[in-house]
Structure formats: C-alpha cells, structure tokens
C-alpha cells in the first residue's frame, strides 16, 4: 500500500521551489527588475498543464513576462507558498479558509471541471452505474463484465476527489471508508501518480480531473456514469453534477505582473484556453 506524503513544512516547500528553478527552462535570475516580469505559478497538479497552455498564449500577449510552472505542490502547499512569497499565484481546488483570508490571500474562481471516472483504454466497458462505483469501492465487484480483474486506485483522504466521492451518497460513502481500511489497496498521492496508475494497470478504475486527461493528453478512457457522459455541457446543464472548483489565489508578495496574467484568464483568449480543456468557466471575475 503507498502511504499518503504528509504535508510539506514551509522549508521543504521552499527548498522544493528553488530546487525547481534549477531545472532545464528554469531561469533562476533573481534582479528586481526580472522579478517583477516573471510569474511563478504552482499548486494542485489537475491544473499544471492548463496553466502551462495559459502561460504560452499569455506570453505570446505579454513578450516582456515569463510565465514559470513549477512541479505539483498541492492545494495547500501552493497557498502556503505565495504567503511566504515563493510564488506569485496558486491553483487551489480548495475555497481559502476566513484565516487565510486574513492574512491578505485572495481567490478567484475561473472554472469547474467534471470529476470522472475512468479505466484502462484497453476496458472495452464504456459505462458504469452508480451502484458498480459503490461495489468497486466497497469490494463486492471484483472483475470487469469481460472478466478481468477490477484495480482499483484510490486517493489519500483529505483530497478533494475523496470528498467529492463521500459526497454522491452516504453509501458510497461508507464503501470508500471501506476500500481506505482494506489492506493492499493502490493509493496515488499526487494527480499524476494517479493517472500513471491508471494508464499501467490493466482493469483499472479510479477518478480524476477532466481537465488533466485533456491537458495532459492522457490516454485513458473516460466512463459515461449511468448513461450520462461527463463533460463541459453536461456540467452547464447540471445533468452531470460532479465537479472540481478551481481557483487562482494570490497574496500581499505575489508579482505586480501576476495581476496581469489573472486579468487574461478571465479574457476571452483565456476563456477559450479553459473551455478546450474541459471547464465550465466562470466567466468575469469579481
């Protein structure tokens, strides 16, 4: 069984940052004047690569700006970075605490995208109902109708794809608290892990972030939940009601420049970027 990471202490996260910057296409020049033309972005790795597809269209917009994407830092380790100034702007899937709040943090919500559930592509299964979810979770289904074998990839409990899960019914609920206490289980601790986990193992079943599998191109298989296929339209519409909330947050130390790129999101071109890659945008902020 993978063991969930715990939570990264302020040094780890700072260390992992300037790590980062000394990456391939990391220019790691510190003067103010180049500070105030780069913005430094990270946060839950779902939206990574939507970020990246920003920071190009962005950039082409803005010569002047480089836009920086740093690996997965987590919902909370994105916060805690831009309090501490490490960068400018984080993507949360998280709403800000009212102490967070306090401390000067500001979120704005630029879209939702569905949670879906998806398998192996090779599955020749195309939907699955809600009840196979809860026997999945819970145990009671073993094998695909073709007869092979159900791997089933969880996540930590406190992400937000567990919540979403416990959310749909109390009885999915208890079969999530159930495959948690279940020995052997397949735990992924980050996005990408997850999607790995379920690209490799064949008969795979897990959840994820629409947008991912769109921005990272990922070749899995997308499941339609009792005859309902996921998606930007079926989300608008309500007809399909699972959905991550995805926000950009900045802070007192982030970049004056950081303004400019939140401004762009919300533009048309960025808007565009967002509906491509399966958001539900929430159109101007306020």
Same mark, same amino acid.
């Given at each position: 069984?993978?063991?969930?990471?715990?939570?990264?202490?302020?040094?780890?996260?700072?260390?992992?940052?300037?790590?980062?910057?000394?990456?391939?296409?990391?220019?790691?020049?510190?003067?103010?004047?180049?500070?105030?033309?780069?913005?430094?972005?990270?946060?839950?790795?779902?939206?990574?690569?939507?970020?990246?597809?920003?920071?190009?269209?962005?950039?082409?917009?803005?010569?002047?700006?480089?836009?920086?994407?740093?690996?997965?830092?987590?919902? !909370?380790?994105?916060?805690? *970075?831009? &309090?501490?100034?490490? $960068?400018?702007?984080?993507?949360?899937? =998280?709403? /800000? @605490?009212?102490?967070?709040?306090?401390?000067?943090?500001?979120?704005?919500?630029?879209?939702?995208?569905?949670?879906?559930?998806?398998?192996?592509?090779?599955?020749?299964?195309?939907?699955?109902?809600?009840?196979?979810?809860?026997?999945?979770?819970?145990?009671?289904?073993?094998?695909?109708?073709?007869?092979?074998?159900?791997?089933?990839?969880?996540?930590?409990?406190?992400?937000?794809?567990?919540?979403?899960?416990?959310?749909?019914?109390?009885?999915?609920?208890?079969?999530?608290?159930?495959?948690?206490?279940?020995?052997?289980?397949?735990?992924?601790?980050?996005?990408?892990?997850?999607?790995?986990?379920?690209?490799?193992?064949? !008969?795979?079943?897990?959840? *994820?972030? &629409?947008?991912?599998? $769109?921005?990272?191109?990922?070749?899995? =298989?997308? /499941? @339609?939940?009792?005859?309902?296929?996921?998606?930007?339209?079926?989300?608008?519409?309500?007809?399909?009601?699972?959905?991550?909330?995805?926000?950009?947050?900045?802070?007192?130390?982030?970049?004056?420049?950081?303004?400019?790129?939140?401004?762009?999101?919300?533009?048309?071109?960025?808007?565009?970027?967002?509906?491509?890659?399966?958001?539900?945008?929430?159109?101007?902020?306020?």
């Amino acid at each position: 069984m993978t063991k969930p990471a715990a939570s990264l202490p302020s040094f780890a996260l700072s260390f992992l940052i300037v790590f980062a910057s000394l990456l391939p296409g990391f220019d790691c020049r510190s003067d103010a004047a180049d500070a105030a033309k780069t913005i430094k972005i990270g946060g839950t790795g779902s939206a990574l690569a939507t970020m990246r597809l920003l920071g190009e269209t962005f950039q082409d917009r803005h010569p002047g700006i480089v836009v920086k994407v740093f690996p997965s830092l987590g919902s !909370g380790g994105g916060i805690r *970075a831009v &309090l501490e100034g490490d $960068i400018d702007i984080a993507v949360a899937s =998280k709403k /800000l @605490s009212p102490a967070e709040k306090a401390k000067g943090l500001v979120a704005y919500e630029y879209g939702r995208t569905p949670m879906v559930f998806v398998t192996h592509k090779t599955n020749p299964s195309s939907d699955i109902t809600l009840k196979q979810v809860i026997d999945i979770y819970s145990g009671r289904m073993l094998s695909w109708p073709d007869g092979t074998p159900v791997r089933l990839v969880t996540r930590p409990a406190g992400e937000r794809a567990v919540h979403l899960l416990e959310s749909i019914s109390e009885e999915l609920k208890k079969a999530v608290l159930s495959a948690a206490a279940r020995p052997g289980m397949t735990v992924a601790v980050t996005d990408q892990e997850n999607a790995d986990l379920l690209e490799r193992l064949p !008969g795979s079943f897990g959840v *994820a972030p &629409l947008c991912q599998l $769109i921005s990272e191109n990922r070749g899995l =298989k997308v /499941l @339609s939940l009792d005859g309902i296929k996921p998606g930007e339209k079926t989300l608008a519409n309500e007809t399909y009601r699972y959905d991550y909330d995805l926000y950009l947050m900045t802070g007192p130390r982030s970049s004056p420049a950081s303004r400019l790129f939140v401004d762009f999101v919300f533009s048309r071109a960025g808007q565009s970027v967002l509906t491509r890659m399966g958001y539900v945008t929430a159109g101007r902020h306020r």
